[in-house]
C-alpha cells in the first residue's frame, strides 16, 4: 500500500483531519477492472464481479452473502424478506437508519429499550420487554462493538423471536474467532465510504440460512423470481459491477487497513489509560476481551458534563484546532422521532451516550504523527478546562 498518511499536514479547521477516509485502491488499479466491465457489456443484474466479491465475502464471513446498494436498504430487504410484522425490540441509539427502516414497514411496531456499557442492546432489558406481540429483536453493533451476541441469541431462541443484526459499521468484527456475521439469523453490513470496507456506497446481507438468503435474493431484485413470477413485495438493491470491483480491491487492503486502524486505537487508549479521568469513560471491557476481535471503525469517548468540562467544549476546541470529532449517534430516535414512542424499561445509558459521546478521528490514512496531534490536542483541552 502506498504511504498516504496524515502525519506531515498541518490540520486547521479549513484542512482537517476527518474523522474517516474511504479504503480506496488506486485509479490504476480500477482500469482495467473498468475495461473489463465495458468490454462484457454487463453493468449489473447479478453480474460476474458482483459474483465473485459475494464468493469472497461468503469465505470470509462463514454465511452465505448478498451484496446490496447500501446499508439502509440491506435493512429494509432483510426485514421485509422474513415478514416480520408486530412488535420489534430495538435500541433508539443507533444511526437514523436503523429507526427509519422499522417506521417505514407496514405493521411493525418498534420498541425501544436501553443499551448497555458498549453502546449495544441490553440483553436483559429486551428480555423484560418481551410481549405476545413481539415477533424480532433488531439490534445493532454500535460503532463496530459486537453486541452481547451469545446473550441475545438465547433470548431469541427461549421465545421464538427472529434475531437481526444491523451489523453496518462491524465488518471485519468476530467473536470466539467466528465472523459477526454467522450470529442471529441476519447481519447487514454497510460498505458506505465511511467504513472499514467500501464499494462506495454498498451494503450487504448475510444469512447462514439457504431460506433465507434465497428470500432476499428475491427481494432486492423485484420479488421478480421468474419471467412468470413475481412476488407480492420486492424492490431494486442491486449492486452494479463497478463498485463490486471497488468492493474487491478493497478486500486485497483491508487486513493492513485494519492494522493501521488498530495502532491507532492503541495509540488513544495508551493516552486515556496514563490519564485515568473520572469524568471520561471508555468501554474497557470491550478492548480487554481476548475473545473479541474488533474492526477499530470509531473510537467514542464519553465526556461526563461537570462545571467547567463537556462534550461540546470539546467538540469545539477540537474542531478548531482541525480535528473533527462527531458526535454519533446523536440525536437519538428519543429525540428525532415525532410520533409517540413504545419503550419498555428506563432509557437512561441511552439518553446519556446521546448527550456523552464524542468519536475521534480513525482511519487507515493516520499514523503516529496523526494520531499523536489528536491526543496532543484532547490533553491540552482538558488541562484547561480541569
Ligand atoms: N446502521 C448503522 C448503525 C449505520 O451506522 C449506518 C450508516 C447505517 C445503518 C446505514 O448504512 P448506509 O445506508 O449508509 O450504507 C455516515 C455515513 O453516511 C453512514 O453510512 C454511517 N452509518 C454514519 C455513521 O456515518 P455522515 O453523514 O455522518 O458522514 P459524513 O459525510 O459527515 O462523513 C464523515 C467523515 O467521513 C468525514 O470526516 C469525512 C469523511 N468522508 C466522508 C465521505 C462521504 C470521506 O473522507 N470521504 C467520503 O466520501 O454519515
Known sequence: ??????????????????????????????????????????????????????????????????????????????????????????????????????????????????????????????????????????????????????????????????????????????VNDRSIARFGHISTFSFHATKVLTTLEGGAICSKESEISKQVRLMRNFGISSEEEVAPFGTNAKMDELRAAIGLLGLKRLDEALRARRRVVQAYLEYFQHLRAEDITLPWDVYDDPNLTLNYAYFPVEIHETQNFSRSIVYQAMR??????????????????????????????????????????VHHEMDSQSSKYVVDVFDEIYRRCH
Not at 9 to 28: C, G, K, Q, T, Y
Not at 331 to 358: D, K, M, Q, W
Request: hydrophobic letters at 40%; one cysteine or more; proline letters at 7%.
Open 1 to 174: 500500500m502506498d504511504q498516504r498518511t496524515n502525519g506531515d499536514r498541518d490540520f486547521s479547521p479549513e484542512n482537517p483531519l476527518e474523522l474517516s477516509r474511504p479504503l480506496l485502491p488506486d485509479v490504476e488499479e480500477v482500469i482495467p477492472y473498468l475495461t473489463d466491465i465495458f468490454q462484457r457489456k454487463w453493468v449489473t443484474n447479478n453480474g460476474h464481479y458482483l459474483r465473485a466479491f459475494e464468493n469472497e465475502l461468503s469465505r470470509l464471513c462463514g454465511t452465505e452473502v448478498s451484496v446490496v446498494t447500501n446499508g439502509t436498504l440491506a435493512l429494509d430487504v432483510a426485514l421485509r424478506a422474513l415478514e416480520i410484522t408486530g412488535e420489534v425490540i430495538t435500541t433508539a441509539f443507533t444511526f437514523p437508519a436503523t429507526y427509519h427502516v422499522l417506521r417505514s414497514i407496514p405493521g411493525i411496531t418498534p420498541v425501544f429499550v436501553d443499551i448497555d456499557d458498549r453502546y449495544c442492546l441490553d440483553p436483559e432489558a429486551v428480555a423484560e420487554a418481551i410481549t405476545p406481540r413481539t415477533k424480532a429483536i433488531l439490534a445493532v453493533h454500535a460503532y463496530g462493538y459486537p453486541c452481547q451476541v451469545e446473550a441475545l441469541e438465547k433470548v431469541a431462541e427461549e421465545n421464538g423471536l427472529y434475531l437481526i443484526f444491523d451489523a453496518a459499521p462491524a465488518f471485519g468484527v468476530r
Open 320 to 361: 478548531a484546532r482541525g480535528v473533527n470529532v462527531r458526535k454519533y449517534y446523536h440525536p437519538s430516535a428519543l429525540e428525532v422521532v415525532r410520533e409517540p414512542l413504545l419503550f419498555r424499561g428506563a432509557l437512561g445509558n441511552t439518553r446519556r451516550a446521546a448527550r456523552n459521546v464524542l468519536c475521534l478521528p
